[in-house]
């Protein structure tokens, strides 16, 4: 390095004011950079070295290498493979069902009428309330059947008091889940519709079009990267519901709620098998990848533009 | 002829969408509503909609440990929002105003991490946390939520940062010492007000978090932690949660409110204006 330095001096000096320069750049990421790495990227690679792992403790032997055995066993484990499936379920029930609630919701706030910003403001608050404690209030003050103005309504419309959360448990999650996730479709959907060009619309009523037409033929094609922008986000957010399942359920009846995430926090917390649940983190990392990273491509084209207006 | 149809049909629409509102509100409401009843009214049947009101849940709130999970709620939002925004305006800086080679590949790298589930990490996460004596503490949950908000706070700050219009760079020297001057004195307060929304995004994030604060911590936690133990009384303190939780949502859902304008922006990193 130094002989090279000294027969083409200039030209390295300028590389190197051309390196330093490059890292005067990059400064300013740095910080934000290796904290997200250090925090959110090392434990999965640690993770990984884990699931190779037998390592259990509550069991006195050390830790011992055992390759995939963890994931090969996972392939035959029930509860493991009913996550999984709740996992989907869950989640596609919840995103379809917020897109459409919310869509709707959406649709009819995009109107001029008195109160359209209260309306809007007490639509969008179910998002911003304590997953915690939604779910606290809603197990007793909603779902209850003695006691919650759910059981209540379906006694008086005659189909008796249901007990909501033993008799359907998966819709209840998925029921308290949207409630949360159509304020942030709406949010978003909204917002779409405020950017359809009006002058499209008028020239459309114009032209005789009527607002069924109008709204099918121009405005949801218009809508569709807004909706798959919140399917997206959607999902990524509840493909790790937590909350509602810890609380409303703990996972049950017979694991009938327990998603991936709820799945590996019982397997490191409960049964305090480290080996286990990091093979299954491992898997429901890949799952996750594998669903949102196509999705990412979809709509990334909405997010190089820089955003939309 | 089509405007007249579409007249007639407005009344039902709107009366539609004032009717989804509502339901959507209304467990919000009931739960308020709930919280001035006496625990019998809570849970007497049929509901009642009409009863004598009582704040005895409201003064009963701060009896037990209330306050000190409130302080860790408080502690741990306000300052990880601190060092979020202190280190997502200069990388946002430095993949919008003078971008570094790559810069399209490092924000997608920051929203890739947004993609996986924190379940899959939290098994060292606890170790590490464990090692470094740090369970149980304010600070492993700043260090958290600090890199749980950073990805978001860098897409909607760079997001407020690209409307800037380019003469005002130019205005500007692009010497390297006047490079902090150009962040700190010109694009800051040009974009004051989305750094306002931004950090109250990260903040209601963060104190609503609870899978991370039930993993890493116990008895020095924040708010959803202390909600859960109520868990254990069942119907007992119907009254009483729906105080609790009233009280705790108010400071969020006003946040919620105040910021509604960019709130979009902030929840699609950026994507949608």
Redesign the interface.
């Known amino acids: 390095m130094t002989s090279v330095t000294h027969s083409r001096g200039p030209q390295t000096t300028r590389a190197r004011a051309g390196f330093t320069k490059?890292w005067?750049?990059?400064?300013?990421?740095l910080?934000?950079?290796v904290?997200?790495l250090?925090?959110?990227?090392?434990?999965?690679v640690?993770?990984l070295y884990?699931s190779l792992q037998r390592w259990n403790l509550v069991s006195t032997n050390p830790p011992r290498f055992v390759w995939f055995r963890n994931f090969v066993n996972a392939a035959s484990d029930v509860t493991f493979l009913k996550a999984v499936a709740n996992t989907g379920i869950m989640t596609l029930s919840i995103v379809v069902a917020s897109v459409v609630v919310g869509g709707?919701?959406a649709a009819?706030?995009n109107?001029d009428?008195r109160?359209r910003t209260i309306?809007r403001?007490?639509?969008?608050?179910?998002?911003?309330?304590?997953?915690?404690?939604?779910a606290?209030?809603?197990k007793?003050?909603?779902y209850?059947p003695?006691?919650g103005?759910l059981g209540?309504i379906t006694d008086e419309m005659g189909i008796g008091r249901i007990n909501w959360i033993s008799q359907y448990p998966k819709l209840t999650i998925i029921i308290i889940t949207t409630?949360q996730w159509?304020?942030?479709a709406l949010?978003?959907l909204l917002?779409?519709m405020q950017s359809f060009p009006t002058e499209v619309a008028e020239a459309a009523?114009v032209d005789?079009a009527?607002?069924f037409y109008t709204f099918r033929r121009l405005m949801l094609p218009h809508l569709r990267p807004?909706i798959e922008?919140t399917a997206l986000?959607v999902a990524?957010y509840v493909?790790?519901n937590?909350?509602a399942i810890?609380?409303l359920t703990n996972g049950g009846p017979a694991y009938a709620t327990t998603n991936?995430?709820y799945y590996?926090?019982l397997e490191?917390?409960s049964a305090f098998d480290?080996g286990r649940?990091?093979a299954f983190?491992?898997i429901?990392?890949a799952l996750?990848?594998a669903l949102?990273?196509p999705m990412?491509r979809v709509?990334?084209g909405?997010?190089?533009e820089?955003?939309?207006? | 002829m089509n405007r007249r149809r579409a007249s007639a049909l407005d009344p039902l629409l709107t009366l539609l969408t004032w009717i989804g509102t509502l339901i959507m509100f209304l467990p919000i409401a009931w739960m308020i509503l709930t919280s001035f009843k006496t625990e019998e009214d809570a849970v007497s049947y049929p509901p009642k909609l009409f009863f004598t009101p009582t704040l005895d849940h409201y003064r009963r709130i701060f009896e037990n440990d209330f306050v000190s999970f409130a302080t860790v709620s408080v502690l741990v939002t306000v300052v990880s929002t601190l060092i979020v925004i202190l280190l997502a305006v200069p990388a946002a800086f430095a993949l919008t105003v003078r971008p570094v080679p790559k810069w399209r590949d490092i924000l997608f790298f920051f929203i890739s991490t947004k993609m996986m589930p924190i379940a899959a990490g939290i098994v060292p996460i606890y170790l590490v946390a464990r090692t470094f004596d740090l369970l149980n503490t304010s600070a492993v949950l700043i260090i958290v939520y600090t890199s749980m908000n950073l990805p978001l706070a860098i897409w909607m700050i760079r997001s407020f940062m690209v409307e800037i219009p380019r003469d005002v760079f130019d205005a500007v020297a692009v010497d390297g010492a006047g490079r902090v001057r150009e962040m700190v004195q010109i694009i800051v307060p040009l974009i004051k007000p989305g750094l306002a929304s931004t950090a109250l995004l990260c903040a209601i994030f963060s104190w609503n978090e609870f899978f991370l604060a039930v993993n890493l911590t116990t008895t020095v936690s924040t708010l959803p932690v202390f909600l859960q133990k109520f868990l254990s009384f069942g119907k007992l303190y119907t009254a009483q949660v729906a105080a609790v939780a009233t009280l705790i949502n108010i400071p969020v859902v006003v946040a919620g409110w105040l910021a509604q304008k960019s709130l979009t922006r902030g929840l699609t990193f950026g994507a949608v204006k």
Do not use: C, H
């Not at chain 1, 403001?121 to 939604?134: G, K, S, W």
């Not at chain 1, 820089?306 to 207006?309: D, I, K, L, V």
């Open positions: 490059g005067w750049d990059r400064l300013p990421l910080p934000a950079l904290f997200v250090l925090v959110t990227q090392l434990p999965f640690i993770t884990y709707l919701l009819g706030l109107r009428f109160g309306a403001t007490l639509a969008i608050t179910p998002f911003f309330i304590m997953p915690v404690a939604a606290l209030f809603w007793t003050g909603v209850d003695t006691f103005i209540w409630w159509s304020a942030f949010l978003i917002a779409g009523e005789g009527n607002r807004f922008l986000l990524m493909l790790e937590f909350a810890a609380i991936l995430s590996v926090y490191a917390f480290l649940a990091s983190g491992m429901s990392l996750a990848m949102t990273i990412l709509v990334s909405i997010f190089k820089g955003g939309r207006a």
